[in-house]
C-alpha cells in the first residue's frame, strides 16, 4: 500500500482512505483490513474526485487538520473520505439545499463529527457565514448552470488567502446545446477572471461522462 498524497492511499489501482469510523460503511463502499488499520475504498464512478485522482490529479490539496467548505454534499459520499483525510483535527462545513438529501447525509454526520451539516443555498453565502470559518479548500459539486459563480461568491467569503477551490462542472448543466469542451474552456476562463490560477484540470470520462474536474488556486491580493 502507497500514500499517494496526505491521507491517501493506493493498491493494485484502488484508491484508498483510512477508516475513521472502523466497521462502518457509509456507501456500501469495500474495506480493506490490514493488520489493526481499515481501509475504505474510494470508488471514482461515485465520487468526482475520485475521479480525478484516477485521471491524474497532479496535485491533492487535503491535509489532516484542515478546514473545507463542501458545496453539494448530497448523502456524503466525497464528504466521508475528506472526512477521513482531515482527521477530528479538520472539520468540514457542508452545504446542502435539498431536504431529503440532508436527512440521509445527517446520519453520515451523526457517526463523524468532523462533517457540519448546512441546509442552506449555496447562492447565498450570507445565510451562513455565521456558522463558518474561513477555509483552506472549497469544493464545489452542484451540477448548476451557474456552478463557477457560486464557487467564485463562496471563496471570496469564506477562502484563505491562497487557499484551494476544486470546482466539478458538468457539462450539460451549464449549457446542453454547447459541446462540452467549449464549456470547459469557458467555465476556466471565468475562473481566471475571477483571480485564480487554474494549476490542473481533466475530463471525468468514463467515470463521469460530459464532466471535469478543475483545480485552481485563489492569487492572493497584493
Ligand atoms: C452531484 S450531487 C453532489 C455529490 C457529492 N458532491 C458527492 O460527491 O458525494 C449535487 C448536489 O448538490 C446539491 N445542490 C445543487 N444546487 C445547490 C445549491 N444551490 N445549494 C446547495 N446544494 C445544492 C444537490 O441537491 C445535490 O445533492
Given at each position: ?120 443555498d449555496a447562492r447565498k453565502p450570507q445565510e451562513y457565514s455565521d456558522i463558518t470559518e474561513k477555509v483552506d479548500l472549497v469544493y464545489c459539486d452542484i451540477a448548476q448552470p451557474d456552478a463557477t459563480r457560486v464557487a467564485v461568491i463562496n471563496c471570496k467569503e469564506f477562502l484563505k488567502s491562497g487557499g484551494y477551490l476544486m470546482i466539478a462542472i458538468k ?52
Open positions: 500500500m502507497k500514500e499517494i498524497s496526505s491521507g491517501i492511499f493506493s493498491e493494485n489501482g484502488k484508491i484508498l482512505t483510512l477508516n475513521s469510523r472502523p466497521g462502518q460503511r457509509v456507501y456500501g463502499e469495500p474495506i480493506l483490513k490490514k493488520g489493526k488499520k481499515e481501509y475504505r475504498e474510494w470508488i471514482p464512478y461515485r465520487s468526482k474526485l475520485a475521479a480525478a485522482i484516477k485521471k491524474g490529479l497532479k496535485k491533492i490539496p487535503v491535509e489532516k487538520n484542515q478546514k473545507i467548505l463542501y458545496l453539494g454534499s448530497a448523502t456524503g459520499t466525497t464528504p466521508s473520505h475528506l472526512s477521513d483525510i482531515v482527521g477530528e483535527g479538520g472539520i468540514i462545513f457542508c452545504v446542502e439545499f435539498s431536504e431529503r438529501m440532508m436527512r440521509e447525509f445527517l446520519r453520515v454526520c451523526s457517526q463523524r463529527k468532523n462533517l457540519v451539516p448546512i441546509l442552506a457539462s450539460r448543466s451549464v449549457d446542453i446545446t454547447k459541446r462540452p469542451s467549449d464549456i470547459y474552456r469557458e467555465e476556466i476562463q471565468k475562473l481566471k477572471m475571477a483571480g485564480f490560477e487554474v494549476l490542473d484540470w481533466m475530463k471525468l470520462d468514463p467515470f463521469e461522462k460530459d464532466h471535469a474536474f478543475i483545480l485552481a488556486r485563489q492569487i492572493p491580493s497584493k
